[in-house]
């Protein structure tokens, strides 16, 4: 394994009727709340009523920060950077899905920062080295692991660049995880939520070193679990137990807990990061178009593991077959799984009409350098064309 330093601040409540249990509590000495939520379904499924009467009842200062959008943008942190500093907010309180859980973590940062916080903390990766506003996670759907981690993933639409980094001091001080939030997420949501968090998985255990280490052997498990529970919550969208498993699993996938020891790929989260930059599309809708593409690209480069992917993750036989054909099965089988949960499976699909762009996109990609293989701007080119 890889050295490492290990630290996850983020105190997590979890379970059915934890945000009514506790939310009261864990606003003792925080008298000005920035409350930040996204384009109305929290109005809809009587979240934010239950929120707000907690609020209320505590006798906290309430600023509204409404309207975050997926993918959201650092105009928009802006305005909620300004809203914090003409209300003196002393707790962010993010109710939302990992755009609204970005947005206000981003916020936090930037309000405490008297320069420009995109240029010092999202063109590159920066020293936050001060505290941040403080902030209070509940998420409302399954998928990105934002609650327990401190990236804020943001959009800057001038410069088409989407990006973040996880930043220590920017994890939340508590988050509160309640899988019945969960049950008004639309399908398509919960699916490609959770297949994000699947990706989170795959993009670390994909990656080196790959001698035997307990966060492959985790990993190997949590992935399985996903795969269960989205078969199970796709054929009855009210089963609890599985709400809750896919919720506890995201998290798992992002609070660094299995990165421990392990390099870490993300060269497929940086490419559709870019890809959401230009077009706008949802990141986990673009996860599930390109992630098995680049791996047919890469997995002659980490033939073993792919191999023990397809044994392990999707029950595989290998008898008689040679490592590359077990492994190019377990990418079908990958695939196949993306089929059956009904995930787009190209950028078509996504709404994606012009191949010109792709091109432009391909050349903007950022380089991971914990991908099995380099890719170069006219592989990932040839990746999106595949995908198209
Ligand atoms: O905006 P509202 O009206 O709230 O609707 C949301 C939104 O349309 C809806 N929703 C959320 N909870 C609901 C609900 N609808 C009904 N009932 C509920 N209980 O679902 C949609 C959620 O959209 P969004 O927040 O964009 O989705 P997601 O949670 O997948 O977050 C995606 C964002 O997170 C970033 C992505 O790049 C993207 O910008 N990521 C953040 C990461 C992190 N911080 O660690 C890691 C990820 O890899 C990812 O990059
Ligand atoms: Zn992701």
């Not at 390109?290 to 890469?298: E, M, Q, S, W």
């Not at 792709?358 to 991908?371: F, Q, V």
Request: hydrophobic share 40%; with cysteine; net charge negative.
């Amino acid at each position: 394994m890889n050295n490492f330093i290990y630290e996850n601040t983020t105190k997590v409540y979890f379970g059915q009727g934890c945000v009514h249990e506790f939310l009261a509590s864990l606003l003792n000495g925080y008298d000005h709340i920035l409350l930040a939520y996204g384009q109305g379904s929290v109005k809809q499924n009587g979240i934010y009523d239950e929120v707000l009467n907690i609020l209320m009842t505590a006798g906290k200062q309430v600023t509204e920060f409404p309207g975050i959008m997926p993918n959201p943008t650092y105009e928009k942190v802006q305005e909620g950077v300004s809203l914090v500093r003409e209300n003196r907010t002393d707790l962010i309180l993010a109710v939302g899905g990992g755009s609204v859980l970005d947005c206000a973590k981003a916020v936090s940062l930037a309000a405490r920062f008297d320069g420009n916080a995109w240029e010092n903390f999202w063109a590159r990766k920066g020293i936050a080295d001060f505290e941040p506003v403080p902030m209070g996670a509940v998420p409302t759907c399954s998928g990105t692991g934002s609650e327990c981690n401190g990236a804020a993933v943001i959009t800057n639409r001038i410069e088409k660049i989407k990006t973040g980094y996880d930043y220590t001091k920017c994890s939340p001080k508590f988050a509160l995880m309640d899988p019945a939030y969960t049950f008004s997420v639309p399908k398509i949501q919960m699916t490609s939520g959770s297949f994000d968090s699947l990706s989170h998985i795959m993009e670390i255990y994909f990656s080196r070193p790959d001698e035997q280490n307990v966060s492959d052997d985790l990993a190997e498990a949590v992935m399985r679990n996903i795969i269960r529970n989205m078969r199970i919550a796709a054929e009855d969208p009210a089963d609890y137990q599985a709400r809750s498993n896919l919720m506890w699993d995201a998290a798992m996938s992002e609070n660094r807990l299995l990165k421990m020891g392990k390099q870490c790929d993300f060269a497929c989260h940086l490419m559709e990061h870019q890809l959401s930059a230009y077009t706008d599309v949802s990141h986990s809708r673009g996860m599930a178009v390109l992630l098995p593409v680049y791996y047919r690209h890469i997995y002659r480069n980490g033939l073993h593991k792919f191999a023990r992917f397809a044994r392990n993750v999707w029950e595989i036989s290998s008898e008689g077959k040679s490592e590359e054909k077990l492994a190019a099965e377990g990418i079908d089988a990958l695939e196949q799984f993306i089929r059956e949960m009904h995930l787009p499976a190209t950028l078509r699909e996504l709404g994606i009409r012009e191949k010109n762009i792709l091109k432009k996109i391909a050349g903007s990609c950022r380089y991971s350098p914990g991908s099995y293989r380099r890719l170069g701007a006219d592989e990932i080119y040839d990746i999106f064309a595949e995908c198209f």
